[in-house]
């Protein structure tokens, strides 16, 4: 299989200013093409407006945004050209299924896609344009409700990346429950919790590195024994053994087809 070349960016939501700098950090030039996809908020003109200014604060020179809805079509040739000359494609957050709804199964979609297959494009979102970029998602599961089978609900992503699921916000509200449960249910997946303002960078669609200052949480159930979740009914427990956590932070990494946990350094270091 060969080497994705795009690189993935991510952040849990809150405040971003560490994510935009990264992002800016990677840029081979300040004269890069940056797409703003504002399809998740409600607010699509105040969103784009403000992370346009963010990234020319920054020095980034060429940045606009575009809203795709029920009432702006994907697929026009305006967007298409846009998006196969873009450096960077940056999803705002707001509700992720409003990214499913409208850009799922488009032609702009699979234009993202083989270019962040075959080219050094940087994919990158915050909270809803975070929790899209696997080929599932959780879109919703509150508290220890989501223990309860029936309560954790998901649905298909964009999948720059397959076989995970990636959820926000996590640790602020409370959303190991319904990770677990995703996994539980789906152990051929590894979940991905980001806490807020901090986030991963995924290398080559395997190399999870984390950047900010908390804590990013992997599920694996690569190892798992039992799980009740695709026999119980619904409105009872789920009963799970032999899931595996790691808790990731800045200068850790993990490889998700070894399911490896590692030292950034130590690739350096041979």
Do not use: W
Request: aromatic share 8%; with cysteine; net charge negative.
């Amino acid at each position: 299989m060969r080497e994705i070349k795009g690189k993935l960016i991510a952040l849990g939501g809150g405040d971003d200013d560490g994510l935009l700098k990264l992002i800016h950090s990677e840029l081979c030039s300040l004269n890069s093409h940056i797409e703003v996809i504002t399809t998740a908020t409600t607010e699509p003109e105040e969103s784009g407006t403000a992370y346009k200014e963010a990234f020319e604060e920054l020095g980034c020179s060429s940045v606009r945004f575009m809203h795709i809805d029920e009432n702006h079509e994907a697929d026009t040739a305006d967007n298409i050209a846009r998006i196969e000359k873009a450096d960077v494609i940056f999803f705002t957050g707001g509700n992720q299924l409003r990214l499913a709804e409208f850009l799922g199964g488009t032609q702009l979609l699979g234009i993202m896609l083989k270019r962040y297959r075959e080219e050094e494009i940087i994919i990158s979102g915050t909270s809803a344009g975070a929790a899209v970029m696997s080929d599932c998602m959780i879109y919703d599961g509150y508290g220890h409700y989501s223990l309860i089978k029936g309560e954790m609900k998901t649905t298909a992503g964009f999948g720059f990346i397959n076989n995970v699921y990636i959820d926000t916000h996590f640790a602020e509200r409370g959303r190991f429950g319904r990770l677990a449960h995703a996994i539980a249910h789906d152990p051929g997946h590894i979940g991905i919790g980001l806490s807020e303002e901090t986030g991963i960078m995924i290398n080559e669609g395997n190399q999870v590195e984390v950047f900010g200052p908390g804590v990013v949480t992997i599920i694996d159930g690569s190892k798992m024994k039992f799980s009740n979740t695709r026999h119980v009914d619904d409105n009872e427990p789920i009963a799970v053994e032999n899931l595996s956590m790691h808790l990731l932070v800045k200068g850790y990494r993990y490889c998700l087809k070894e399911h490896l946990f590692q030292p950034v350094e130590t690739e350096q270091q041979v």
